[in-house]
């Protein structure tokens, strides 16, 4: 299945304490995930962020999926990690940039995951940093055709933001396949279509913005 | 409690989490969570806890991936409040 799907959540945004609330995070987690967290916890991964971790990972998997399916509703229980990875000795990097893009994960402290819906088995690879989380959505677990970038943004307003992460996307077009007219439109799905001139691409696109980082995906 | 009057209180629950103040004014049932009064999804789960501690109902799964809109926040609300009664 050609698609993408990627979620960015800004750990500034999070309510840490109600997080931490069972009657909060069991309508996101499911029993089976839970334990998925003793690794994680090894490796000084707060629980609040694996919460969101997973969240991340269902919210770009249901982007994924919806593509194809637009009746799709999001349910996060519905979406089962079943797997989760860390790198060798992982510890929660400082983000101190502005902006990071790449095409893959290689070299990237990458946490890698298996998610299913039904009997459909995505892949997840996701990178937590100190104050953020970005994960992409993939149908193999080979990610080195699939583009992505975050970046933060000074103006939080909901415009700006969805603005911002349509130019940004397009300057990575630009910069890949060179100086084209490229837009980006919402189908009446609400699934975000890219344009070269007047012509729909066949190149799957997500974009996702929370409070002040907003992010991309696509498959090249 | 009449859909009138739930209306007023689930724009109270709604209301840290859009920054669309303007459109909250106007509401409607046809009034849509995300595309029109710009929640992110991220903080769904937070209305609906809001809404279970407000009418002290519970929202199971199958009934908040109904609550896409205000008539359908106001279907679910509603029901969960006659299953008490």
Redesign the interface.
């Known amino acids: 299945m050609i698609s993408t799907g990627n979620d960015i959540v800004a750990l500034s945004a999070i309510n840490a304490a109600r997080t931490n609330q069972h009657k909060f995070y069991s309508k996101i987690l499911t029993e089976s995930e839970t334990p998925l967290y003793n690794e994680l916890s090894l490796a000084g991964i707060p629980f609040e962020d694996f919460v969101w971790l997973l969240w991340s990972i269902k919210e770009s998997a249901y982007k994924f999926l919806q593509r194809h399916d637009a009746g799709l509703v999001f349910t996060p229980v519905k979406f089962v990690v079943k797997e989760l990875h860390l790198q060798p000795a992982y510890i929660i990097e400082k983000f101190d940039g502005i902006t990071e893009e790449g095409a893959g994960f290689n070299g990237y402290p990458a946490l890698t995951g298996i998610v299913t819906f039904g009997k459909v088995e995505l892949h997840s690879c996701s990178l937590l940093y100190d104050k953020l989380i970005s994960t992409v959505i993939n149908d193999t677990d080979d990610f080195l055709n699939v583009y992505w970038g975050f970046k933060l943004v000074s103006d939080t307003a909901h415009e700006n933001q969805s603005n911002e992460v349509r130019q940004f996307l397009i300057e990575r077009m630009k910069c890949l396949y060179g100086e084209f007219d490229f837009r980006i439109d919402k189908n009446k799905n609400g699934c975000p279509i890219l344009f070269k001139g007047n012509e729909e691409t066949s190149v799957p696109v997500s974009l996702s913005h929370h409070e002040n980082i907003i992010g991309y995906a696509f498959r090249g | 409690m009449t859909r009138t009057e739930i209306l007023d209180e689930l724009k109270k629950v709604i209301a840290p989490y859009t920054?669309?103040k303007e459109m909250l004014a106007s509401i409607n049932e046809q009034t849509d969570l995300i595309?029109d009064l710009?929640i992110?999804?991220?903080n769904l789960?937070?209305i609906?806890?809001d809404a279970?501690a407000k009418y002290d109902i519970e929202i199971d799964?199958d009934s908040?991936?109904k609550m896409?809109n205000v008539g359908t926040c106001i279907d679910v609300i509603s029901e969960k409040l006659n299953e008490k009664a």
């Open positions: 920054t669309n595309k710009k992110n999804s991220a789960v937070d609906i806890i279970e799964y908040a991936d896409v």
